[in-house]
Nanobody, 127 residues
Framework: QVQLVESGGGLVQAGDSLTLSCAAS????????LGWFRQAPGKERAFLAS????????NYADSVKGRFGISRDNAKNTVYMQMNSLKPEDTAVYYC????????????????????WGQGTKVTVTS
């Protein structure tokens, strides 16, 4: 079992930046990929970014490429999502997810491919 706990959400204005964190615990390993998703009201959960076990490889959805940055600190078992130039359409609940036994691969984007999920943190961007 892997437990994931997101934090860092909140209410911000358009143009602001925000950094989300996700702390992992339990049976994490050196072959666990991590990812971020978001789900806006009435919409499906959408892939944002993934990062390989080593942290050396990243993959982004086109919708956030250039504005969002995923990183991880394996010493702290934590993955981050730096979000810049936030827009009202970024308003959503943000989730982190883990894929275990994935080697150092990074290309994983479908929600049902991930093994574990956090409970989410809400981000609201006002205009």
């Amino acid at each position: 079992q892997v437990q994931l706990v997101e934090s860092g959400g909140g209410l911000v204005q358009a143009g602001d930046s925000l950094t989300l964190s996700c702390a992992a615990s339990g049976r994490t390993s050196s072959s666990t990929a991590l990812g971020w998703f978001r789900q806006a009201p009435g919409k499906e959960r959408a892939f944002l970014a993934s990062i390989s076990a080593s942290g050396g490889r990243t993959n982004y959805a086109d919708s956030v490429k250039g504005r969002f940055g995923i990183s991880r600190d394996n010493a702290k078992n934590t993955v981050y999502m730096q979000m810049n130039s936030l827009k009202p359409e970024d308003t959503a609940v943000y989730y982190c997810a883990a894929k275990v036994a994935f080697g150092n691969r990074v290309y994983i984007a479908a929600p049902d491919e991930f093994d574990y999920w956090g409970q989410g943190t809400k981000v609201t961007v006002t205009s």
